[in-house]
Structure formats: structure tokens, C-alpha cells
């Protein structure tokens, strides 16, 4: 399983001003798209992701959303569902209900276009959205990869869109006169790695086999320990912390052990030696001069 990047939203007020749009810039850049992903009386649904190329930074093309003018004069028309910034952070733009204006203009589509297009009504109330920060001629960084990598998967789970070329479209498949050469450099790795199946999980490492609580482990011929801790040990009746206190023997202090059995567990020891005599008390191995789960002696 992917960890998910860092995630930004333009809907926070934090998040935008951190973009460098005032709120009413943000409450006016989301109504650029298609509401509900109905254009007339066409309402569609995710159905492909589209991959962009910024041209250039994430704020710049943010204030080209808002601000931006054709040589007309008249407004860019002009948004996204999400972009992908250099350090691997996703922005969240359009929400994924709405149809981003992100493909409308078709212009000597691709047959993968086409077949968006053949959906009926603009093609973007079929498809979602990335704009990759950047430039069509330069590479994008290994965390914009990976974060790309990620929101694709993640989105195509959620809208059960497949993995796969023709889900999976450039700018370029739906505008191949003025966009060929969008995204850029970046779709071809992309989709190697989308197309490669994820590596599984490894197999968790078992952890050493435990013997059972109070399982007693008796010694051919009792054993001389040292208390080497320095606060001395608590005698317990059993190998267990919320056991009453008997005495605390006091470092230095030497004892036979009979054996020992596998109790409460303090800093990974197990075991408890059971003091030689009628009371057969025990005391945490770990505190003594015969410590350590490898010593086959203890």
C-alpha cells in the first residue's frame, strides 16, 4: 500500500491563501467547472483521468484560472481537479462531483478522445484532472511521481476506472494541434509504473516462537546468580508485575536458582528466576549477572 502525500485543499481558507488566493479568488475559481458534471441535459460521471503539464508553477497557473484572459479579452475558461506540486504535495481544486474545465476544447482528437468525446457533452463531465507542475520538456521529480502515481490509483479505485491506456489520457488525445505536447515528459514513466502492478507487501517476519506464560523451566542442578541491578529486585510469588512485593533483595545479593518460568515480560525478559528453597520466589532475570534470551545458561 502507497503512502499517501501531503494533501492541500483550496476549500480551506489556509490552504488556499498558502497559493496565494484571497477567498473570494477561491470561491470564484470553483465555480468554474461543471456542477454536478451536468452540461444541458447531459450528466456524467469519472469515467478517465487526464494528464496536463503546468507550463509552469502551481500559484501562476492559479492566478491564469482566475485571472486570465484569451486574446479577445474574454475570460480563460480554465480549472482542475487536482495539482501536483515539485515537492510531491497534491492541491485539491475542483472537487471530483464537478466536471473540471480542464479538456473542452477537442481539436483533432486522439480515437481514445474520441471515445470520451462520443460520451456526449463536453467531455470534461466524463473526466478528472491533473495538472502537473512544470515544464513538457523538463523531468518532474521523483516525489511529483510518486504523489501523481498515488492520487491516479487512489482516484481510479474510487471511481472504478481502469488502469489502462485508454482511461489513462494525455491532454494531447483530445487536442493534438495546439496541446501535442502535453503532458510531456513525465506520461511515459507514469505509466509504467501505473500499468505495473504494485509490489505486495512483504511477508511479515514471525517473531521468535514464546513459550507460554508460567511455563517453568527446571535446571539439572541449581544455579548461583548475582542481583546486578542497581536498585536492587523485587521477590514476587509469581512472575508477574501486578503481583504483591514479598522483599526487595539489594544489589550484590547472590542466590541459587532452580529454574525459571516465563512471567510478565520487562524490556523483552521473559523470564523469572525461581529462587532455590521452599518459598521458591522469583526474581527478574533481566536484573541479574545471567540475563539475555541467547544464554542458554540463565
Same mark, same amino acid.
Given at each position: 500500500m502507497?503512502?499517501?502525500? @501531503?494533501?492541500?485543499?483550496?476549500a480551506?481558507?489556509? =490552504? $488556499? #491563501?498558502?497559493?496565494?488566493?484571497? %477567498?473570494?479568488?477561491r +470561491?470564484?475559481?470553483?465555480?468554474?467547472?461543471?456542477?454536478?458534471?451536468?452540461?444541458?441535459?447531459?450528466?456524467?460521471?469519472?469515467?478517465?483521468?487526464?494528464?496536463?503539464?503546468?507550463?509552469?508553477?502551481?500559484i501562476?497557473s492559479?492566478?491564469?484560472f482566475?485571472?486570465?484572459?484569451?486574446?479577445?479579452?474574454?475570460?480563460?475558461q480554465?480549472?482542475?481537479?487536482?495539482?501536483?506540486?515539485?515537492?510531491?504535495?497534491?492541491?485539491?481544486?475542483?472537487?471530483?462531483?464537478?466536471?473540471?474545465?480542464?479538456?473542452?476544447?477537442?481539436?483533432?482528437?486522439s480515437?481514445?478522445?474520441?471515445?470520451?468525446?462520443?460520451?456526449?457533452?463536453?467531455?470534461?463531465?466524463?473526466?478528472?484532472?491533473?495538472?502537473?507542475?512544470?515544464?513538457?520538456?523538463?523531468?518532474?521529480?521523483?516525489?511529483? @511521481?510518486?504523489?501523481?502515481?498515488?492520487?491516479?490509483? =487512489? $482516484? #481510479?479505485?474510487r471511481?472504478?476506472? %481502469?488502469?489502462?491506456? +485508454?482511461?489513462?489520457?494525455r491532454?494531447?488525445?483530445?487536442?493534438?494541434?495546439?496541446?501535442?505536447?502535453?503532458?510531456?515528459?513525465?506520461?511515459?514513466?507514469?505509466?509504467?509504473?501505473?500499468?505495473?502492478?504494485?509490489?505486495?507487501?512483504p511477508e511479515?517476519?514471525?517473531?521468535?516462537?514464546?513459550?507460554?506464560?508460567?511455563?517453568?523451566?527446571?535446571?539439572?542442578a541449581?544455579?548461583?546468580?548475582?542481583?546486578?541491578?542497581?536498585?536492587g529486585?523485587?521477590?514476587?510469588?509469581?512472575?508477574?508485575?501486578?503481583?504483591?512485593?514479598l522483599?526487595?533483595?539489594?544489589r550484590?545479593?547472590?542466590?541459587?536458582?532452580?529454574?525459571?518460568?516465563?512471567?510478565?515480560?520487562?524490556?523483552?525478559?521473559?523470564?523469572?528466576?525461581?529462587?532455590?528453597?521452599?518459598r521458591?520466589w522469583?526474581?527478574?532475570?533481566?536484573?541479574?549477572?545471567?540475563?539475555g534470551?541467547n544464554?542458554?545458561?540463565?
Open positions: 502507497m503512502t499517501p502525500p @501531503l494533501i492541500h485543499d483550496i480551506v481558507d489556509t =490552504d $488556499a #491563501a498558502r497559493y496565494g488566493l484571497q %477567498p473570494w479568488e +470561491d470564484a475559481l470553483l465555480k468554474r467547472c461543471f456542477a454536478g458534471r451536468r452540461d444541458g441535459l447531459v450528466r456524467g460521471a469519472p469515467a478517465a483521468i487526464v494528464l496536463h503539464i503546468q507550463e509552469g508553477s502551481t501562476g492559479l492566478e491564469h482566475v485571472h486570465g484572459r484569451y486574446a479577445d479579452g474574454a475570460r480563460v480554465a480549472s482542475c481537479t487536482v495539482t501536483v506540486q515539485r515537492d510531491g504535495s497534491i492541491l485539491r481544486v475542483i472537487p471530483e462531483e464537478d466536471g473540471p474545465w480542464t479538456n473542452g476544447a477537442v481539436r483533432t482528437p480515437a481514445r478522445g474520441r471515445a470520451i468525446v462520443a460520451r456526449g457533452g463536453n467531455p470534461n463531465i466524463w473526466t478528472l484532472s491533473l495538472e502537473m507542475e512544470g515544464r513538457h520538456n523538463r523531468a518532474i521529480t521523483e516525489a511529483q @511521481l510518486g504523489a501523481a502515481e498515488w492520487w491516479v490509483r =487512489d $482516484a #481510479a479505485a471511481h472504478a476506472i %481502469p488502469l489502462d491506456r +485508454d482511461h489513462i489520457l491532454h494531447a488525445d483530445f487536442d493534438s494541434v495546439q496541446r501535442a505536447h502535453c503532458p510531456g515528459l513525465y506520461f511515459d514513466p507514469l505509466m509504467t509504473r501505473l500499468l505495473t502492478p504494485p509490489a505486495p507487501p511479515p517476519v514471525p517473531a521468535a516462537l514464546q513459550p507460554p506464560f508460567g511455563q517453568v523451566v527446571r535446571f539439572d541449581p544455579r548461583l546468580v548475582t542481583i546486578t541491578a542497581a536498585g529486585l523485587n521477590a514476587r510469588q509469581w512472575g508477574e508485575l501486578d503481583g504483591p512485593i522483599e526487595t533483595w539489594p550484590g545479593r547472590r542466590f541459587f536458582a532452580a529454574g525459571y518460568v516465563h512471567g510478565d515480560a520487562v524490556a523483552g525478559e521473559r523470564r523469572w528466576y525461581i529462587a532455590a528453597g521452599p521458591a522469583r526474581l527478574w532475570a533481566g536484573g541479574t549477572d545471567r540475563v534470551l544464554r542458554p545458561e540463565a
